[in-house]
């Protein structure tokens, strides 16, 4: 089980080297997600304690925090214990282990030592003080065995027997090994990388000077310096070369004869001597074979090389090899902890290296990318992601260490999820995958592939078309969810899709349908996603939410999702037992389910009602009309198309705009707000924090508006009624319990289409509510917001902070205009909203671009674009304005006459003569014509109007930075000259990749410290909070790793509680770790 083999503990400060996701590690090592990684033995001091022993004067804050941290235990504390390990080589080597630890961690300890990395196939004996020994089962707990605790236990490496899958594994590790590190190119990790170069310079030279390091104002963003983009890369190191080559001979497969024997596998291998040799793979060792020619000779050569791993045999027959090896070795282990860690979730880099290096032969990678061809997989090698993650959701937690190894286990599935979604909706996209239901129109094809649901975000001319295939059938979403019955779209609900920014929605304009509709389009399938992360978090036991992410790539948007059990097979009609499937026409009620949907609600702040259905009937309802209630294959009850988990903003009621809803921080702030005035008392402190910590401008999107920051203890997910107890006892200011003498809730169906029952007055009273909390958001929270950003209370330095430090006031991003309106006396600020609203504006239009480009312009059209947007470049035809109503309508005129097989947005499936009016589409667009359908995007979405010099305004740096990100570009880090004509050129376009959105978990118990941090830092409170946070980090480490963005958070608040302690060193020094 998939998560069960997550019970390790992240001790050692960084994931060293992982697993491929295709290959295991050896016959019962799990897939990468169920890999756990160890770390350097002196990083465990990389948190609380190595910093205050760096740092100069030491406080008073200090001194006590070492007295509490020895006299009170905390969550996040693990006790370790050495245990000695006798590997195959017959090295010995210790191991810092806990009871607690599975088989599994002891595995990956041992792949991620320089000693022992190689191996892969082995059994592990313990041998205890009593003399006894016990064979170890990869899933059992150590604890289950032996009681290590007692001393005298030592371990055995054993050489076990390769079979087909463990010795393709095998031979994969050694060339991951022997590949160079993967070290992620960001500005943040290369300043961290030469801080700490620099400093370990001057610390061997004992030199006290001052250590240089290259400051943002250095790097072309405190000016726009043009150019500056090629200073954001650290240079790469060497590569070591092992050996030449090493790929799968032509003489596989072994001949029969050869497998009775024991053949498993024949290699070819090409020394650095240029020396080569046909080695042969058995179940017991690798040797070299007599093959010379283009006959298999299976006998062992004359010199007789023979060794029990790979490594081992090329160090037998290649001198340059063993030095090599060893360097590679030494340099893992000497390397800098982030340079080993491999994050979970993906990263994209906006630049890569200039001149772009040379594309060397490399068989072995021909081979990885070339063999794992879509729809040739095993079977058995398949994931049931479902199962996986529903198993985890089931896991213990009723102690504090039980939930941290839940949340370790559900954040590890999810984010392999979410790699394996992203494969497959590229595969979707380039057409690899076949749909499921291919005599449907292409536009509204689905897939499965990898255990996992496909479907792509249809656009607004597709509405049309639904309406006319399809009356009271289910929507696209619907059969994405359920994958059943007809999986026909909804004339309601053409399509689910992602997109780009959370909450992006649609403003009510009677002059521009199609945007309008797109948009609400894609906010459906944004909400949905949110509306799923909030029910997680609710964590109602037996109330299931299925895995969803949603990528976007070329312009498309897919929608990913785990595969509801058994909807695929028979007829599942009878399987919806809340909810609606035909928008409130037929509602289905179960008692059983709606008790577990009304305890959710109750988490979330919605309210019990009553609605009627077309007949009449009264139904009693805690949740959405539209949402849908399932049992599947495995009795499990699953809620589904949860696009309204928050009532609807009350701001905007004109067309386009029934998806736009409030968020569920500003429903959290609402509520505190109206609780009596005692339980406000935190507000004032809370606000004090918020000054205080802006002291450091790259504080950015921490400090959040108080009443969004008090209640987030009560919207952490899997928090038992014991840990909220405790966390009242602790600051009764940050718990829910100070609001429910002043209980409200809202009837998420208010200002929809659908039919309330009960008084009059009470609708009355629950449209009020809404509107009260839309008008507090309008009145109260967006002119706080303002203030806290004029008096620097609130420093965000980038587009992403900015909406970050949005939404953690409980903002939508659709209210950036207004931000950006009451900053305009302060020209810092208005310079990132408007550039934020441009790049947003920019990003629509180039979607748009990129859906109607073939593949092989999709560079040109790329470089033709940024140079319009960023330089002066001129069209050769008509202004894009002139000329894309009259293409929206001809598209649109198409959609109808062939059944939707052309359409805007879709035209992967058209045909030669629109792929020769694509090329022409991209090229028409001008500078002048890409700058007004920019600003008139802005002002139908944002209420902006862009000033006429908006153009030459632009930061053009951090604004092509933005755009990069937000689209999946990466552009070469060379210097542009963007004040030419056409800065861009095909050849500076390096890639375009998938960019994700996903509902990977949170940590709760780190949430729940991190706030009761906030609190115990707004009272003065240093060395408690610093206690706090130290906490939280540790907890952190073990369930996401030492590479997460929570993590580097806590090593901020650390900054931030040392700084005012007077600890200006161990202050930096945190401050560098994020």
Not at 255 to 261: E, G
Not at 414 to 437: E, K, Y
Not at 625 to 648: N, W
Not at 654 to 671: K, V
Request: aromatic fraction near 6%.
């Amino acid at each position: 089980m998939a998560g069960k083999s997550n019970k390790g503990r992240n001790r050692r400060g960084a994931h060293n080297s992982t697993i491929s996701a295709e290959q295991p590690v050896s016959s019962d090592v799990p897939l990468k997600g169920n890999v756990t990684a160890s770390k350097p033995p002196d990083v465990d001091s990389n948190g609380v304690a190595n910093m205050v022993e760096s740092s100069g004067p030491k406080s008073e804050m200090t001194e006590q925090e070492a007295l509490n941290s020895s006299s009170q235990p905390k969550q996040g504390d693990v006790h370790l214990y050495p245990v000695p390990v006798k590997t195959q080589s017959g090295e010995k080597l210790e191991l810092q282990l806990n009871p607690g630890d599975s088989v599994m961690d002891i595995r990956q300890f041992l792949l991620d030592a320089p000693e022992t990395c190689y191996f892969t196939c082995y059994d592990l004996l313990l041998h205890i003080k009593d003399g006894l020994t016990h064979h170890l089962e990869d899933y059992n707990e150590i604890s289950e065995v032996a009681d290590i605790t007692i001393g005298g236990c030592s371990l055995e490496m054993v050489a076990a027997l390769y079979d087909d899958r463990s010795i393709r594994a095998h031979v994969h590790r050694t060339r991951d090994l022997l590949s160079p590190s993967t070290l992620d190119a960001s500005l943040s990790t290369s300043l961290a990388l030469q801080y700490e170069k620099a400093q370990s310079k001057a610390s061997i030279s004992g030199d006290a000077a001052k250590i240089e390091v290259p400051e943002l104002d250095g790097l072309g963003f405190m000016e726009d310096v043009t150019g500056s983009v090629g200073k954001l890369l650290s240079s790469s190191s060497m590569e070591i070369k092992c050996v030449e080559s090493i790929v799968f001979s032509s003489f596989n497969p072994p001949p029969s004869y050869q497998r009775l024997v024991g053949d498993l596998i024949y290699l070819d291998v090409e020394t650095l001597e240029g020396n080569k040799y046909c080695i042969t793979g058995t179940t017991k060792i690798f040797y070299v074979n007599s093959s010379t020619g283009n006959i298999l000779d299976p006998r062992p050569s004359k010199a007789g090389y023979e060794a029990t791993t790979l490594v081992g045999l090329l160090q037998k027959i290649s001198s340059k090899f063993r030095k090599a090896f060893h360097e590679t070795m030494e340099r893992k282990a000497t390397a800098h902890p982030f340079e080993n860690v491999q994050s979970l979730l993906p990263q994209n880099s906006w630049l890569e290296s200039y001149p772009v290096p040379d594309h060397k032969r490399d068989a072995a990678r021909a081979e990885n990318t070339l063999i794992p061809s879509y729809g040739s997989e095993l079977i058995g090698m398949q994931r049931d992601w479902n199962e996986e993650l529903q198993s985890c959701r089931e896991f213990p937690r009723t102690t504090p260490q039980e939930r941290i190894l839940r949340d370790r286990a559900l954040y590890k599935v999810t984010s392999d999820f979410v790699d394996a979604a992203i494969s497959g909706a590229v595969g979707v996209i380039n057409r690899c995958i076949p749909p499921i239901n291919p005599t449907d129109p292409e536009c509204f094809h689905m897939y499965v592939h990898n255990n996992i649901f496909f479907s792509f975000a249809v656009d607004s001319d597709m509405k049309p078309l639904s309406k006319k295939r399809s009356v009271d059938t289910y929507s696209n979403s619907e059969s994405r969810n359920e994958a059943a019955g007809s999986m026909e779209p909804n004339e309601e609900r053409s399509s689910m899709g992602g997109s780009d920014t959370v909450t992006e929605l649609a403003h009510g304009s009677v002059e521009t349908p199609l945007a309008e509709s797109e948009q609400a389009t894609y906010a459906s399938a944004n909400n949905d996603l949110k509306g799923t992360k909030a029910y997680q978090e609710a964590d109602v036991p037996g109330l299931h939410n299925l895995a969803m992410a949603m990528i976007d790539y070329r312009g498309h948007r897919v929608v990913a999702q785990s595969v509801l059990p058994g909807i695929l097979q028979g007829d599942k009609s009878d399987s919806l037992l809340y909810g609606s499937v035909d928008n409130g026409k037929k509602i289905c009620w179960n008692e059983d389910f709606h008790s577990k949907v009304l305890e959710a609600a109750k988490r979330l702040h919605l309210k019990e009602h009553t609605v009627l259905d077309a007949s009449g009937n009264i139904f009693k309802l805690a949740a959405p009309v539209e949402c849908k209630g399932i049992v599947g294959s495995d009795d499990r009850h699953y809620l589904l198309d949860l696009m309204r988990a928050t009532p609807r903003d009350a701001n905007f009621n004109g067309p386009g705009s029934q998806f736009c809803i409030l968020r569920s921080e500003l429903i959290t702030a609402f509520i505190q707000s109206q609780a009596p005035e005692g339980s406000k008392s935190v507000s004032k402190s809370e606000g004090e924090v918020n000054a205080a910590t802006n002291s450091s401008k790259s504080e950015g999107e921490v400090n959040v508006a108080t009443d969004s920051s008090k209640a987030a203890v009560d919207e952490a997910p899997g928090t038992t009624k014991e840990d909220k107890n405790k966390v009242d006892t602790q600051c009764s200011s940050v718990s829910v319990k100070s609001s429910e003498t002043h209980e409200i809730s809202f009837n998420p169906n208010v200002f929809t289409e659908f039919k309330l029952a009960g008084s009059q007055e009470e609708i009355e009273a629950d449209e009020e509510n809404v509107r009260k909390a839309s008008s507090y958001l309008l009145d109260v929270l967006l002119p706080k917001f303002i203030q806290d950003l004029c008096m620097l209370e609130v420093s965000p330095m980038d587009g992403q902070t900015l909406t970050e430090a949005l939404h953690a006031h409980g903002i939508n991003i659709r209210y950036i205009g207004n931000v950006a309106n009451g900053t305009k006396h302060l020209p810092h600020l208005w310079d990132l909203c408007s550039n934020e609203i441009v790049v947003r504006s920019a990003k629509h239009v180039l979607k748009d671009v990129l859906r109607d480009t073939e593949d092989h312009d999709l560079g040109p059209a790329i470089a033709h674009f940024l140079s319009c947007f960023l330089g002066s470049c001129q069209s050769v035809a008509a202004k894009l304005t002139s000329s894309t109503q009259p293409k929206n309508q001809k598209k649109e005129q198409a959609s109808h006459q062939s059944s939707g097989k052309t359409s805007k947005g879709h035209s992967r499936w058209k045909g030669k003569a629109s792929a020769r009016r694509n090329i022409s589409y991209y090229m028409d667009v001008s500078s002048e014509s890409l700058w007004s359908e920019i600003q008139k995007f802005a002002k139908l979405k944002y209420q902006f109007e862009l000033p006429e010099d908006a153009r030459s305004r632009a930061k053009k740096i951090s604004v092509l930075r933005n755009l990069c990100q937000k689209v999946g570009i990466t552009i070469a880090a060379r210097k542009y000259d963007l004040n030419a004509a056409t800065p861009f050129h095909t050849s500076d376009i390096l890639n375009l990749q998938p960019v994700v959105k996903h509902s990977v978990p949170a940590c709760a118990e780190a949430k729940d410290l991190v706030e009761m941090g906030k609190v115990q830092l707004a009272e003065g409170m240093l060395s408690e909070a610093y206690a706090i946070f130290s906490e939280a980090f540790s907890i952190l480490q073990q369930v996401t790793g030492p590479m997460h963005r929570e993590v580097a958070n806590c090593c901020r608040y650390l900054a931030m509680v040392l700084y005012h302690a007077g600890d200006m060193a161990g202050a930096i020094m945190q401050q560098h770790k994020n």
